[in-house]
């Protein structure tokens, strides 16, 4: 006999309800918790401070031993003694030593007696005042004027001679005037050369081409040989092809 279920006492009709409300309430329930605020509550003790007068307590006085005053100063009696002034003392007479103009030196020395030892002097005059210019060779037996002007067409000559256009300078396009000094010391060799230029690649050549200059004959100031300082332009420019 199968039994029959009474349909209005069925439990699990309003599970999903009964689910729904319990959800609901326990949710409530936690966000009242999460909300809930608690304060830390302080304990202050409250007691009575009893402050009682301390008495002052005596400090004893103790004596030190303190050394005894000094004793008052021993009076002295004065006695005076008169002693009659029998020995005789003599005086130690000190000499001075200075010398007294009496004893200064009269020996006479004759201007004739003192030699006088003539320094050289290294001299260097410009060219444009040189007295005797330096001779090239080649310009021997001229006048002063006509060895100026031969010295300056050797010195031309030399340089149309000896130039050379250097091959960096010219795949670098360098070009541009090359100033350059040298000195005719008084043996009559080329030294002391500096130039200035655009470029050291143009300074070198330059530089190299007057110290092949030959030895001259050095230049004279006043009869004695001097040091002569002399500048030579030298002019690198080349022309496209």
């Given at each position: 006999m199968i039994p029959k279920k009474n349909p209005?006492?069925?439990?699990?009709?309003?599970?999903?309800?009964?689910?729904?409300?319990?959800?609901?309430?326990?949710?409530?329930?936690?966000w009242q918790a999460l909300?809930?605020?608690?304060?830390?509550?302080?304990?202050?003790?409250?007691?009575?401070l009893n402050v009682e007068a301390e008495a002052d307590e005596e400090i004893p006085i103790i004596n030190v031993n303190t050394p005894p005053p000094p004793p008052p100063p021993a009076v002295v009696s004065?006695?005076?003694e008169i002693v009659e002034d029998i020995e005789e003392v003599e005086e130690?007479?000190?000499?001075?030593?200075?010398?007294?103009?009496?004893?200064?030196?009269?020996?006479?020395v004759?201007?004739?007696?003192?030699?006088?030892?003539?320094?050289?002097?290294?001299?260097?005059?410009?060219?444009?005042?040189?007295?005797?210019?330096?001779v090239f060779p080649g310009c021997e037996g001229k006048s002063r004027s006509e060895k100026?002007?031969?010295f300056q067409e050797k010195i031309q000559a030399h340089v149309l001679k000896n130039f050379n256009y250097p091959q960096t300078?010219?795949?670098?396009?360098?070009?541009?005037?090359?100033?350059v000094i040298f000195v005719i010391d008084t043996k009559g060799h080329v030294t002391g050369i500096r130039s200035r230029g655009p470029d050291k690649i143009l300074e070198r050549e330059a530089e190299r081409i007057i110290g092949l200059l030959p030895k001259m004959k050095p230049g004279k100031q006043r009869g004695r040989p001097?040091?002569?300082?002399?500048?030579?332009?030298?002019?690198?420019?080349?022309?496209?092809?």
């Open positions: 209005e006492i069925e439990i699990g009709r309003n599970s999903s309800l009964y689910f729904a409300i319990g959800l609901n309430v326990m949710l409530f329930l936690s909300e809930h605020k608690t304060y830390e509550k302080s304990d202050i003790a409250m007691d009575i004065e006695s005076i130690t007479i000190i000499e001075s030593t200075e010398i007294a103009q009496d004893d200064a030196i009269k020996e006479v004759a201007v004739s007696d003192v030699e006088v030892e003539e320094v050289e002097e290294e001299v260097e005059v410009a060219f444009a005042v040189i007295e005797d210019v330096p100026k002007a031969c300078a010219l795949d670098l396009q360098l070009q541009g005037r090359v100033s001097v040091k002569v300082a002399y500048a030579v332009p030298i002019f690198f420019k080349f022309h496209e092809g």
